[in-house]
Structure formats: structure tokens, C-alpha cells
């Protein structure tokens, strides 16, 4: 499976972004998908994540209200929808295919990656 993810960019705090990931092969459709981000100088952290059936959406505390996870299975597709934007969202951000149909948020349960795409958020 190979996922490439799409959207980034620069925005002004309060403005929103939607990022896109593209799966290679529809078998992606039977494996939970999530959304990490990685900020300069800090650690990948777990940012969403979405069931392979789409149902049970789950949320780091700090994007909770602000950020949706959606998937669309005739494009084998996973979106993030990110309004509110902070600068402290600023960060590249990566999808990945998790090893089964549950997505969780340690990167652990992750198998593959997208090349991840830059979020740029200015105050």
C-alpha cells in the first residue's frame, strides 16, 4: 500500500486546511487509517484516527472540536479537516494504515506511511 497525502500549506491562525490521503490499493479500505503530525524539533505524535468501517473517529485532546477525520472508501480516500487553526498545529503531517481494521493512536499499530505534507499556521 502506498499512501500519499496532499493539502498543506500555509494559513493564518483561525483558517482551515484539508489534508488528503490517497491509498494505492483498495485493500487499504479494510484497515483503520490515522492522521500523526511531527513538529521541528518534537516527537511524531497522534493527531486522529478513523476504523476501517469509518465509524468511532478518534481524537488527540489538543485538535478535539476542531479537526475531523473522514474516509472515502470509492476513492479510497482518508481526509482531515482542520478549522481553528493554531500555530501550534503547525507541523508535517503524515496518514498511515494501521495493521487492522481498528486505528489507534500509538504508531506502533501502524504499518505504512505517507511522505507526509507541511502544515504552516502564522499568528
Known amino acids: 500500500v502506498q499512501l500519499q497525502a496532499s493539502g498543506g500549506g500555509l494559513v493564518q491562525a483561525g483558517g482551515s486546511l484539508r489534508l488528503s490521503c490517497a491509498a494505492s490499493?483498495?485493500?487499504?479500505?479494510?484497515?483503520?487509517m490515522g492522521w500523526f503530525r511531527q513538529a521541528p524539533g518534537k516527537e511524531r505524535e497522534f493527531v486522529a484516527g478513523i476504523s476501517w468501517k469509518g465509524g468511532n473517529p478518534i481524537y488527540t485532546d489538543s485538535v478535539k472540536g476542531r479537526f475531523t477525520i473522514s474516509r472515502d472508501y470509492g476513492q479510497s480516500t482518508v481526509y482531515l479537516q482542520m478549522d481553528s487553526l493554531k500555530p501550534e498545529d503547525t507541523a508535517v503531517y503524515y496518514c498511515?494504515?494501521?495493521?487492522?481494521?481498528?486505528?489507534?493512536?500509538?504508531?506502533?499499530?501502524?504499518?505504512?506511511w505517507g511522505q507526509g505534507t507541511l502544515v504552516t499556521v502564522s499568528s
Open positions: 498511515a494504515s494501521s495493521r487492522g481494521p481498528i486505528a489507534g493512536s500509538s504508531s506502533r499499530s501502524y504499518q505504512y
Open positions: 490499493r483498495r485493500t487499504s479500505s479494510n484497515n483503520g
